[in-house]
């Protein structure tokens, strides 16, 4: 989800690396848990009274947090803890004795998980299943009731069990199936069994909730204490928030390698980046897997880390270290006999994240036999910014790439938001003034009601064409802000899913460590990422809970899933304040919106690939609205059979209008790249195919299923969402010359 995606997104990938060696003491997270309750007492915008209805919402959220599908606690352990805690975890927090819950709880989360693993593993191990049975089990129970007793949790985890082993029977079956039709080897034929498989999922399940020391469980219990304010306050640790600011920036230190964790615990190697430290090296290889790790590359046997089962933040904390030393893998090679392990010994260095940067296209579109239409498109995938010491700005990486396009006589401009999750507010003032004249480009409110008017910083435009911005579901926060103040001043076309997230709120990260006593172990503390504003476009609407509406809109699955910050608990709520004093919208006609929907709206009727949309949207609305599976093996597989033959039957038809297609975008569109590499070297701008996935930055693990997915590409690399957008923008350049020369515009 959204509300975390800065402090997780960024623990997957062993391209991460900082100095994080092991400090010889802990922060007090006591102390640390009285200093941020007292924080959020005096910074937080909603101003919530610090009482016993609060305390309550403290530990519902860590318990939903710990178990969310509530499958491990029972209806016992919740009135124990509500009886011992519910009322008075404000009041501990505050006398600085929070752990002592925190670690109670957790421990009893612990031994819950060992006992449904044991059962798991007793289940699995002698008997058989029957799925001839009429037996279901429900897809989600985050609001179901908490099951009674230790017997009736067991009778619910039976049954988790019979479905995770029947669903991996199936995807076995299915594999077999398709590999078979397809006269293509089985990628399952050499797999552990169904049983196995399940075991091993558990296993390394229950080896991350043991492997918990008091900073991680302070972590997890102060992140409840956090939300419990509103979804986007938050407890960070000491590594989160390095983690996080190292995403700002776009570039990590590190190995440059993508980490996965496997069902037997090794960690595999899925991707390396090209150019960085473990490609030069060498010996790395994609699919190798990692069983320990050496951080100081001592060649001491002792030192070596067997990191089997572990956390792959953990996996990533090991490699990380100072740009310039030397860490040690133990790995497994993929090429090698089993078991074999050999020791490859890398250089950590600075590892560039392209794909989080800025990038832009010009795409030559013929409209007509004698008229080409050049259309420039730039790709944001956040609002980054190096808070340290400021070297990396998105908003400079997109006037870069702007100015080329203004350079090449774009006639039309697409700002692809979508997927953005937002970052540095002070970005979005200086990226919005790109497309208009000087003006209010945000309002902020704190939690005085002060009303502070923020402008966009340039004076001129450096681009006033025709100009469509696309959204989906995941623009959030800052997209939020560029959206809709380019919709408020009429400056922009909004197109894509029904809204935005609607995230808007500010947080502002404090530094705890800096409250705490004198003499203290204030290095460890953490921070308290919390809200401190909302912001308001300059007409006076929030965007929090609505988003941004596209005036444009387009079919998506995300129609049927609960995404967005009306579905997340404890969401303030939307509001308006006034107008800003000098918002001045542009002419709304000069959008020609009526007629831009009308056309788009002709196209989407005669579309098959919108119209699967739809159906999916309406099968998934039914399945969340059901929301229970069968365990009843021939029923599941009638249903994985209708599944197959409608995705091949789609195939079909798609295969055959692809290919039609990609030779009409052959004859229409001629598409050239540009990256700030080729920005900053001074390159000509060359033809590419956005179809050839070659060019990327990092060579990823081929997936032995993926061959068996004949679902034909995209023709020309261009998503239905895309193509339909750049047949917006044509249409608006279109109406807007049109309406020039006819004098109704200027």
């Known amino acids: 989800m959204i509300i975390n995606w800065f402090r997780k997104v960024f623990c997957v990938t062993a391209a991460a690396a900082l100095t994080c060696s092991a400090p010889a003491q802990r922060a007090d997270f006591n ?9 959020l007492q005096n910074s937080h915008f909603a101003r919530l009274p610090f009482n016993e209805e609060l305390s309550r919402r403290f530990l519902d959220d860590y318990l939903k947090d710990l178990d969310f599908q509530r499958l491990y606690f029972t209806q016992q352990d919740v009135d124990r803890f509500t009886a011992d805690y519910g009322n008075r975890l404000h009041t501990l927090l505050l006398q600085g004795n929070s752990m002592t819950p925190a670690t109670d709880i957790y421990r009893v989360f612990e031994k819950r998980v060992e006992e449904r693993v044991a059962q798991a593993g ?6 058989e299943f029957d799925f001839s049975t009429k037996e279901d089990v429900m897809l989600s129970r ?13 009778t619910l985890w039976r049954l988790q069990i019979k479905e995770a082993v029947l669903a991996e029977v199936l995807r076995r079956e299915m594999l077999t199936k398709l590999a078979k039709e397809q006269g293509k080897p089985d990628p399952g034929s050499d797999d552990r069994s169904p049983k196995e498989k399940v075991s091993l999922r558990y296993k390394r399940f229950l080896s991350s909730v043991k492997d918990v020391d008091d900073e ?31 995403g700002m920036k776009n570039e990590l ?9 496997e069902e037997d615990g090794a960690t595999k190697i899925m991707g390396i980046v090209v150019g960085g430290p473990a490609d030069r090296e060498g010996s790395l290889k994609l699919n190798d897997r990692v069983v320990a790790v050496d951080t ?11 990191i089997m089962f572990m956390k792959i933040d953990k996996v990533v904390d090991l490699i990380r270290g100072k740009e310039g030393t030397t860490v040690a893998l133990k790995v497994e090679p993929a090429a090698g006999p089993t078991g074999e392990t050999r020791i490859v010994v890398i250089q950590r260095g600075k590892v560039e994240m392209k794909d989080e940067q800025a990038s832009g296209e010009l795409i030559e579109m013929k409209t007509g036999k004698d008229q080409t239409r050049r259309l420039g498109v730039i790709t944001l995938p956040s609002f980054y910014a190096d808070f340290d010491e400021g070297k990396v700005r ?31 507010l002070e970005e979005v003032r200086r990226m919005t003034g790109f497309f208009m004249d000087r003006g209010p480009v945000v309002q902020v409110k704190n939690t005085l009601s002060q009303v502070q008017v923020k402008d966009s910083e340039n004076g001129r435009p450096i681009y006033g064409g025709p100009l469509v911005v696309m959204t989906d579901k995941s623009s959030a926060s800052a997209s939020e802000i560029l959206a809709g103040a380019l919709q408020d001043y009429n400056r922009a076309v909004i197109i894509g899913e029904s809204s935005t997230f609607g995230k808007g709120t500010v947080q502002q990260p404090m530094d705890i460590g800096r409250m705490l006593p004198l003499f203290s172990v204030r290095n460890r503390a953490g921070f308290l990422k919390v809200t401190i504003q909302k912001f308001y476009r300059p007409s006076g609407s929030s965007t929090q809970m609505d988003g941004v509406v596209s005036d444009v809109v387009l079919p998506s699955l995300t129609d049927a899933l609960e995404m967005g910050e009306s579905f997340l608990e404890h969401s303030l709520p939307h509001d308006r304040i006034r107008r800003a004093a000098d918002f001045k919208p542009l002419d709304p006609q000069a959008l020609f919106i009526p007629r831009l929907k009308e056309l788009s709206q002709e196209r989407l009727n005669t579309s098959k690939d919108f119209a699967y949309v739809i159906e999916d949207v309406m099968k998934a609305k039914e399945r969340i609205k059901a929301n229970k599976v069968s365990l009843n093996k021939t029923a599941r597989q009638q249903e994985l059979a209708e ?10 038809e798609r295969r055959k209008r692809f290919e039609v297609m990609a030779k009409a975008d052959k004859e229409t569109f001629r598409f050239f790249k540009i990256t700030l590499d080729d920005l900053e070297n001074g390159a000509d701008l060359k033809l590419y195919d956005p179809a050839d996935e070659s060019g990327s930055y990092m060579r990823r693990a081929k997936d032995e299923t993926e061959d068996l997915d004949e679902t034909p590409k995209w023709p020309t690399g261009l998503d239905p969402m895309k193509r339909e957008s750049l047949v917006v923008l044509r249409d608006l350049v279109d109406l807007s010359e049109n309406a020039r020369m006819a004098g109704l515009i200027k």
């Not at 230190?253 to 964790?261: F, N, S, Y």
């Not at 100081?296 to 067997?306: A, F, I, R, S, Y």
């Not at 990486?397 to 970052?423: A, F, S």
Request: hydrophobic letters at 35%.
């Open 31 to 39: 102390e640390v848990g009285r200093q941020m309750a007292i924080m």
């Open 394 to 424: 998105c908003s400079v990486d997109v006037e870069r790439i702007l100015r080329r396009l203004v350079e090449e006589k774009i006639d039309g401009l697409i700002l692809d938001l979508r997927n953005n999750g937002g970052g540095s």
């Open 142 to 154: 985050k609001n179901a009731s908490w099951p009674r007793n230790d017997t009736e949790a067991a």
């Open 253 to 261: 230190v590190g190995i440059g390698a993508l980490l996965q964790g």
């Open 216 to 246: 991680e469980i302070a972590n997890y219990f102060l992140s409840s204490v956090a939300r419990a304010y509103d979804p986007h306050t938050d407890y960070m640790s000491f590594r989160e928030m390095n983690r996080f600011k190292d």
């Open 296 to 306: 100081l590359n001592t060649g001491k046997p002792g030192d070596m880390t067997d």
């Open 122 to 127: 007793k289940l699995l191990d002698g008997t």
């Open 643 to 652: 599944s197959d033959a409608r995705q091949k039957e789609r195939n079909t």
